[in-house]
T-cell receptor
């Protein structure tokens, strides 16, 4: 089974702090993704990566950055946390199988971040 | 524009009744479609996926979905609801050559005893 783990289930940080959310997958997947989930808004893509050291902006990248130094690890960074970044953060990974192939994403358990 | 729309942010059914969660998509190319389930305080788990091999797709926990191109729909059904089915369900579509899946906003399923 694919396993995607996230470093923390719950996190409380203060406004202005630098926050690191870590995600690790153990199935040698090429693709990794960071989403935030808010009530009524569903999942919104923050950043994704197709390969080591590659990153692409998603729909809501403002206020976030990412790092992918190793294939299995994808980190989300909040440079200066703000209260509007209080949310559930979900990491996902998927295998690259070539064009036009149904590549489902596998999700981690999520990190519920509260910024006070 | 490509999109996935779930009709109804909350659906309530009685235990033992039919579950029907609606999903419609908009895509310029034949899509791949997915249903995910999220239990409280957990990540998303894949229920089933449509890959164009068969229009009726069976998934885990007794769920199935039917792809209807003429209606641009991919509704999720289960003949008999169980209390353990209470969760949030997300319909999603892969419509481009990249790997960005478009998610619907989710439907929270409530099971009434």
């Amino acid at each position: 089974d694919v396993k995607v783990t996230q470093s923390s289930r719950y996190l409380v940080k203060r406004t202005g702090e630098k926050v690191f959310l870590e995600c690790v997958q153990d199935m040698d997947h090429e693709n990794m993704f960071w989403y935030r989930q808010d009530p009524g808004l569903g999942l919104r893509l923050i950043y994704f990566s197709y390969d080591v050291k590659m990153k692409e902006k998603g729909d809501i990248p403002e206020g976030y950055s990412v790092s992918r130094e190793k294939k299995e690890r994808f980190s989300l960074i909040l440079e200066s946390a703000s209260t509007n970044q209080t949310s559930m953060y979900l990491c996902a990974s998927s295998l690259y199988l070539g064009d036009r192939v149904a590549r489902e994403q596998y999700f981690g358990p999520g990190t519920r971040l509260t910024v006070t | 524009a490509q999109s996935v729309t779930q009709l109804g942010s909350h659906v309530s059914v009685s235990e033992g009744a039919l579950v029907l969660l609606r999903c419609n998509y908009s895509s310029s190319v034949p899509p791949y479609l997915f249903w995910y389930v999220q239990y409280p305080n957990q990540g998303l788990q894949l229920l089933l996926k449509y890959t164009s091999a068969a229009t009726l797709v069976k998934g885990i926990n007794g769920f199935e979905a039917e792809f209807k191109k003429s209606e641009t729909s991919f509704h999720l059904t289960k003949p008999s609801a169980h209390m353990s089915d209470a969760a949030e369900y997300f319909c999603a579509g892969l419509m481009n050559r990249d790997d960005k899946i478009i998610f619907g906003k989710g439907t929270r399923l409530h099971i009434l005893p």
